[in-house]
């Protein structure tokens, strides 16, 4: 392992919940594993190494717009502009990261897709930038936005903030987040998919549950189409993978009580059996168009051939294993009554509850995809070069 990063595993750089505390990245992928989780694999992996180095900027500038911060993002081959809105206003502050592109003359004519990433609880969304999100939109000149405040009307107006401010291709613009951030992408995206080209709610579980999303909304997502990635780790404390797994509540990532304060408040309830969990993919799999799937195919799975099958938890259409920095990722479809492969589901190997930096690039691959059509509300999928249906929502 590089000497120099290697150190960053055991200083204490990520703000905690504790004002004044610090926590080292080694103590948080422990705090954020199952009881058997050993982070050591990951952190000598290339991933993890990849990882490492970069946060370093992080846990060298505390602020988050330090100078040494904005060069960061501006010079280091990233190339993109930050700037920080609302700062003194901590609960409505923002992020924003633009292509230094958008300012060059000769490209006046360009739009960018616009990828919201919503933080998770009790993380400032500067603490966000080390997930590996921006860091792709510089790869492939995204516009992105990173929102304090995560309530589902003050992202709507953000949005059209966004839009008037930058030069955004409305056909595509999309919604991530982790852990909390992926709650909130859930909902907003299940309850306005004609904004977006597609959502990916990381480090969660399939769907969200009713009342918080209702019926209602789910019965027009299947007239919209939203295609969705969900990711998350193989020892993630709210053990969501496997979905035939029972839950064993001694080891829930944040109490063993059914509402946890964060997002009950914001309106989420989270499984606390195996049934729960079952159910949630298969509203997810109505809401997508997917084939319906019972409890007992679903644990059937544990005795799959398909490896993906068995980590993952449920039977899928179309599976693969990639091995991404030196990491297992099981990689699995829903195919929907269309045909298509709009609903997709990751398990990472070696990863508790946290990020890691090929997360966001299976994000992006998935959603450079898709574009939705303003007008019409149809979805194009340059995977199968033409677009759904047009939608009428009434």
């Not at 610090?22 to 694999?41: A, D, F, H, V």
């Not at 490492?52 to 190339?79: C, F, H, M, Q």
């Not at 009950?264 to 109505?286: C, I, S």
């Amino acid at each position: 392992m590089n000497h120099d990063h290697s150190l960053l595993w055991h200083t204490p750089v990520f703000e905690t919940e504790m004002k004044g505390q610090k926590e080292s990245p080694y103590n948080m992928l422990i705090r954020l594993g199952t009881p058997e989780y050993n982070p050591e694999r990951y952190m000598n992996s290339d991933l993890g190494r990849r990882y490492i180095s970069s946060i370093r900027y992080y846990a060298e500038n505390s602020g988050e717009d330090d100078p040494e911060v904005l060069e960061y993002w501006r010079l280091t081959g990233k190339g993109l502009k930050k700037e920080l809105h609302n700062k003194d206003d901590p609960e409505n502050k923002w992020a924003s990261y633009v292509p230094s592109s958008a300012d060059d003359p000769k490209r006046a004519y360009q739009k960018y897709p616009l990828l919201f990433v919503l933080h998770g609880g009790g993380n400032p969304i500067y603490l966000s930038e080390t997930w590996g999100f921006i860091h792709v939109a510089a790869e492939h000149e995204v516009i992105v936005v990173m929102p304090e405040n995560l309530e589902e009307d003050s992202l709507l107006q953000l949005l059209s903030e966004v839009k008037a401010l930058y030069p955004v291709d409305s056909s595509r613009v999309y919604c991530t987040g982790f852990s909390r951030g992926g709650v909130i992408s859930s909902m907003v995206t299940m309850k306005n998919p004609m904004l977006f080209a597609a959502s990916a709610p990381c480090g969660n579980y399939a769907c969200v549950n009713d009342p918080f999303v209702s019926d209602e909304y789910v019965e027009q997502l299947r007239k919209c189409d939203l295609p969705v990635i969900i990711a998350a780790g193989r020892y993630e404390k709210s053990q969501q993978y496997p979905i035939y797994s029972e839950i064993n509540l001694n080891h829930y990532h944040y109490s063993t009580q059914k509402f946890d304060p964060p997002e009950a408040r914001l309106g989420f309830r989270k499984p606390t059996t195996m049934e729960e969990k079952v159910e949630m993919l298969q509203r997810r799999l109505y809401a997508a168009r997917c084939r319906e799937m019972s409890i007992d195919e679903i644990q059937a799975a544990a005795f799959s051939e398909d490896p993906v099958a068995r980590m993952i938890g449920s039977p899928l259409d179309q599976t693969e294993v990639r091995i991404m920095g030196g990491v297992k990722h099981y990689i699995g479809d829903f195919i929907n009554e269309s045909g298509d492969s709009w609903f997709r589901m990751v398990c990472i190997d070696d990863i508790p509850h946290w990020p890691t930096p090929s997360l966001p690039e299976l994000v992006w691959e998935f959603f450079s995809r898709f574009s939705r059509d303003p007008v019409t509300g149809s979805i194009f999928d340059t995977a199968r070069s033409k677009g759904s249906k047009k939608i009428k929502i009434r």
